[in-house]
């Protein structure tokens, strides 16, 4: 049953679970009288939630009975349909998942992630776990002055990036967009943990294998600089940070490169630029 209507269904199912329950009995004129008066598929609608009522009445024995010896059973998913909110509302209407084996919001926005002092602590704090799991952490080396490429703070075309980040100009016209991009991504290149990814693309083959990751995180844009200067150090790669024009890691080692743009976002959050690629 769509949506729509299982949302009819509960309209019409509300005041006739209401009216056996007030009146405790629908007499034999009256129940026709009564349908003469409903569509054709207002019929059909209410006479399934007769049935489901009715039979949900007769599944307890240990229910009392009334004066009249009508049985009323208070069926707790009976309750549940006839009182939940209505899920006709296009707003509402992802909630409706509640036997959902996977659940996935692809016509919604995706939520905020909040940014606070507490979620920015958990957010550092995993990253911590994760890198001291296998070695020390080291500190940021510091700044050698202004990067002499262009930044990636506006939103740019995937040819843009490119050009701005150097990679290899056999990858225009060759990446596909697609947030599983971001589950490919070397160990070198992860998306920092409790961060959101908010764009992907990557290419595999045919002289391009590349990734580009947009991610936000409630951490800091240096806490976002150590985490992926950790994970290029321990790829043995060579890494060089700048502070102009916008917070930048550039690692490398022989064919591979990795290069991290971070910078604050309006929300509080940062938000991080991983481009990747392997010639």
């Not at 019409?12 to 009288?33: C, D, F, H, Q, V």
């Amino acid at each position: 049953m769509s949506i729509a209507a299982w949302g009819r269904f509960r309209v019409y199912a509300r005041p006739i679970y209401k009216l056996l329950a007030n009146s405790r009995m629908l007499t034999k004129r009256g129940y026709g009288e009564w349908m003469q008066r409903l569509s054709p598929s207002t019929k059909a609608l209410s006479a399934i939630a007769l049935s489901a009522i009715a039979l949900s009445s007769c599944s307890d024995d240990s229910s009392g009975a009334g004066a009249d010896g009508i049985t009323v059973v208070p069926d707790p998913l009976v309750a549940r349909t006839l009182n939940d909110p209505l899920m006709v509302d296009p707003d509402l209407a992802h909630r409706n998942e509640a036997n959902a084996l996977l659940t996935v919001r692809h016509d919604h926005a995706l939520p905020p992630l909040i940014s606070s002092s507490e979620t920015a602590e958990q957010a550092r704090e995993a990253a911590r776990r994760e890198l001291v799991d296998s070695g020390s952490i080291r500190d940021l080396p510091p700044s050698q002055g202004e990067y002499k490429g262009e930044p990636l703070a506006l939103g740019m075309t995937a040819s843009d990036i490119i050009k701005a980040a150097g990679a290899p100009s056999a990858c225009n016209g060759k990446l596909e967009e697609g947030l599983v991009w971001a589950a490919r991504m070397p160990e070198v290149a992860k998306v920092m943990p409790h961060g959101m990814t908010m764009q992907a693309a990557g290419a595999d083959g045919d002289g391009c294998q590349m990734r580009i990751v947009r991610y936000v995180t409630p951490a800091g844009v240096e806490d976002a600089l150590q985490y992926h200067f950790n994970r290029a150090d321990r790829a043995k790669m060579t890494a060089t940070r700048h502070r102009e024009p916008e917070a930048i890691l550039d690692a490398a080692r022989g064919s591979e490169h990795l290069k991290v743009y971070a910078r604050p976002s309006s929300n509080g959050t940062s938000a991080v630029d991983l481009v990747y690629w392997k010639r």
